[in-house]
């Protein structure tokens, strides 16, 4: 999604994402024979109107927005730190209940996303990697950090709603509520229908809203008109594999099982993308690197060890 910013909005860009992708899904559900690919009671599209809001245009909305003000890979650590927000609702909500097991997985989790994304320039003082260049390169980047806000405090400049990180925040946390909501959505309607649904609403709100924010259709349609072949096979990948067929699995499991368990799986995304780079990209691993990916495999294996989940009576009891 990164370079496809430059020729579209953030929010037309998270509309292109979801359109496609519900539109796909929905007829994948009618020709496989899923039951109520239209949901038939106005329950039913109410929640799915609300998991749209939240999981559909929120979450696509922030993420498209901190895309442009962030770095990939600080992104990547917000938004995939988001089971530790899905651990908290669903322990509150379903009695989702992890033992001490399962809570140490999900911080040393974080710990691995943070080694995995650790800018080089950070890690490495010349050619030799030590943890003195680590630390003097950390204090370096804070205190640099610290001046420039407060040069831009002091300028009146800066604002929370121009920071990427906000928006990454915000969008880990409608990702965080969309993945509880789902348990409420399916009790209405099949899961996969009403996940191609809220994708559908959620690009048509985002469409909407990127049209009224632009002030001109035209403008917009200008913008579009500058895609390339490769923004285009781009969006094609984001929209159909990376919407379709991972929103559709994903809120499938979603439905049954621990929810927490489900959500660490998203730990997993920098591994592929570090190891897709190192495949295809000819991009190098740095020790550091393949460390934090070992600790983010043993995240994950703790929190999905069934020695990880306490007995659910508090669910059962609300269920």
């Known amino acids: ?36 690919v239209v949901p038939k009671t106005a329950v039913a599209w109410a929640w799915i109107a609300a998991f ?20 990939a890979g600080l992104g990547s650590v917000i938004i995939d730190s988001q089971p530790l927000s899905v651990a908290v609702l669903a322990a509150l909500l379903f009695g989702e209940a992890l033992s001490g097991l399962g809570v140490a997985g999900l911080f040393i989790g974080v710990a691995g996303l943070l080694l995995l994304e650790v ?71 099949d899961p996969v229908a009403a996940t191609a649904w809220h994708m559908v609403l959620g690009g048509v709100m985002l ?11 035209g403008d917009l349609a200008g913008r579009l008109a500058q895609f390339s072949s490769s923004d285009a096979l781009a969006m094609a990948y984001v929209s159909l594999l990376g919407g379709a067929a991972s929103y559709g699995i994903f809120f499938y499991e979603a439905t049954h099982g621990s929810l927490t368990a489900i959500s660490s799986l998203t730990f997993l995304t920098p591994m592929f ?44 009891k609300k269920d």
């Not at 469409?207 to 632009?214: I, T």
């Open 207 to 217: 469409a909407g809203a990127a049209v009224a924010a632009d002030g001109s259709s």
């Open 119 to 189: 800018p080089q320039e950070l890690l490495f003082q010349g050619s030799t990697a030590s943890l003195g260049g680590l630390v003097a390169g950390v204090e370096a980047g804070v205190e640099r950090g610290l001046a420039a806000a407060a040069a831009a405090g002091s300028s009146g400049s800066w604002s929370l709603l121009e920071s990427g990180e906000f928006y990454m925040l915000l969008a880990a946390q409608s990702m965080a509520v969309g993945t509880v909501m789902v348990r409420w959505v399916t009790k209405h309607s």
């Open 1 to 36: 999604m990164k370079p496809v910013t430059a020729h579209t909005t953030p929010l037309m860009l998270g509309a292109m994402r979801l359109l496609p992708a519900g539109l796909a899904l929905l007829g994948w559900a009618a020709a496989t024979g899923r039951q109520q």
């Open 273 to 316: 993308a570090a190891g897709a780079g190192y495949m295809f990209l000819g991009e190098t691993l740095t020790p550091v690197q393949l460390t934090g990916a070992a600790i983010t495999l043993a995240a994950v294996f703790m929190i999905n060890t069934p020695a990880s989940h306490k007995p659910r009576e508090a669910a059962a």
């Open 52 to 71: 749209a809001l939240v999981d559909g245009a929120a979450f696509q909305g922030f993420l498209a927005e901190g895309l442009q003000r962030t770095s």
